[in-house]
C-alpha cells in the first residue's frame, strides 16, 4: 500500500499545491468534452465563484476542448470512432488566487503554424474594445473555409480573458511534420 | 405545416417551433459537435414556414442559457431569418431570457437588436 502512495502522493500534493480544478490529458471527442463540462461546471459550482466568472470559465472551457476534437492532428483512426473525431491533447485549469489558469496542449500540424501565429498575435495587443469589436465583425463575416467553427473562437475566449491570451509552439522530437501548440488564457 | 420538435441533449437546445400558434421557442444550451450541421436543417424549415406567413404574430420565446462561438454564428442567421419576415408585413416579439448577471447574453441580444431592427426585442432578465 505505502509503494502505491509513495509513487502518487507527489502528483496529488503538486495538484492541491496548484489549487488544480480539472485536468485532463488524452483523448477527445464530442461526447467525451460533453462529459468533461458536467465535471468543470460542478467544481465551479463548488468553489464559489461568481455568475460571470463561472460563464466565462465555461465558455473558455468550451472554445479550449473543442478546438481540440476539431484540430488536434493527433486522431483516432476513423473507424475506431462513432463517426465524430476524436483526437488527442490535455486541458488545464487551476486557479491562482482570484485568477483561473486554463491551459491547453495539442500538436498541430507545423504547416499551420504560421496561419493560428497570424489569428493569435494580433489579439496580444487589442485593448477590450478592439476585441469586442473584432468579435462584432466577425459574427457578421462569412465563415472561413478552413474553420469548422464559425472562426470567432479565439476572439471569444479573447474577450472572456482578463489577459492577453498566451500562446507557444513547441517542436516534437522525432516528428518535424508535427509541433505542439499551447494556449493559455487567464480568467 | 406540421410543427417542428427536437429534443434537448446536454450539449444542443430543445427546439419547440409551433408553427400552428405562431410560437417558436429555443431553450438550454448550445454547443453541438457541429454547429452547422445542427442549426442548417432547422433554418430551412423556419424559412419555408415565414416565407408562407403573412401579417402574422409571431412570438419567439428564447431560453439559452449558453451557446459557443460556432453556435452564436449560426443564432445570428436564426434572427436575420425573422427579420426578413418582420420587415415583410409580420409582426416578430422575441422574448430574451437570461441570468440578470449574464452580461456575456446581454450583450450577445443588444447585438441582435443592432443588426436586426424589424423585430420588437424585449429583454427579460431572471433573477437566480
Redesign the interface.
Known amino acids: 500500500m505505502s509503494g502505491i502512495l509513495d509513487q502518487n502522493c507527489c502528483f496529488f500534493e503538486i495538484a492541491q499545491k496548484r489549487n488544480l480544478l480539472f485536468y485532463h490529458k488524452g483523448y477527445f471527442s464530442h461526447s467525451i468534452v460533453a462529459a468533461m463540462s458536467e465535471v468543470v461546471k460542478l467544481q465551479l459550482e463548488v468553489a464559489g465563484l461568481s455568475t460571470s466568472t463561472r460563464r466565462r470559465i465555461f465558455s473558455s472551457f468550451i472554445e479550449l476542448s473543442q478546438n481540440i476534437v476539431h484540430y488536434s492532428c493527433d486522431a483516432l483512426a476513423e473507424d475506431q470512432g462513432q463517426g465524430g473525431a476524436i483526437r488527442e491533447g490535455a486541458m488545464c485549469i487551476s486557479a491562482e488566487g482570484e485568477r483561473h489558469l486554463m491551459v491547453c496542449v495539442n500538436p498541430v500540424a507545423t504547416a499551420a503554424v504560421g496561419a493560428l501565429r497570424e489569428k493569435l498575435e494580433p489579439l496580444r495587443n487589442m485593448s477590450i474594445e478592439e476585441i469586442k469589436q473584432a468579435y462584432k465583425m466577425s459574427l457578421r463575416a462569412d465563415t472561413p473555409p478552413d474553420s469548422k467553427g464559425a472562426g470567432l473562437g479565439f476572439l471569444t475566449m479573447a474577450r472572456d480573458a482578463s489577459a492577453p491570451l498566451e500562446f507557444a509552439f513547441h517542436p516534437r522530437e522525432g516528428d518535424t511534420d508535427t509541433t505542439l501548440f499551447c494556449l493559455k488564457t487567464i480568467i | 405545416m406540421e410543427n417542428l420538435f427536437i429534443a434537448a441533449t ?2 444542443s437546445p430543445e427546439i419547440d417551433f409551433h408553427f400552428d400558434e405562431n410560437v417558436l421557442s429555443l431553450r438550454g444550451e448550445s ?6 450541421a445542427f442549426y442548417a436543417p432547422i433554418i430551412e424549415r423556419l424559412n419555408v414556414w415565414l416565407n408562407a406567413c403573412e401579417n402574422v404574430a409571431i412570438t419567439v420565446e428564447v431560453t439559452l442559457t ?1 451557446f ?3 453556435s ?3 443564432l ?1 442567421s436564426v434572427f436575420d431569418a425573422l427579420d426578413r419576415a418582420a420587415s415583410s408585413g409580420n409582426r416578430v416579439q422575441v422574448n430574451w431570457y437570461r ?1 440578470e ?4 447574453i446581454l450583450e450577445f441580444g443588444e ?1 441582435l437588436q443592432t ?1 436586426f431592427t424589424a423585430i420588437k426585442f424585449n429583454d427579460c432578465p431572471v433573477a ?1
Request: glycine share 0%; charged share 35%; net charge negative.
Open positions: 446536454a450539449t454547443y453541438p459537435e457541429n454547429a452547422a449558453y459557443n462561438s460556432s452564436t454564428k449560426m445570428f441570468d448577471e449574464d452580461e456575456t447585438e443588426d437566480t
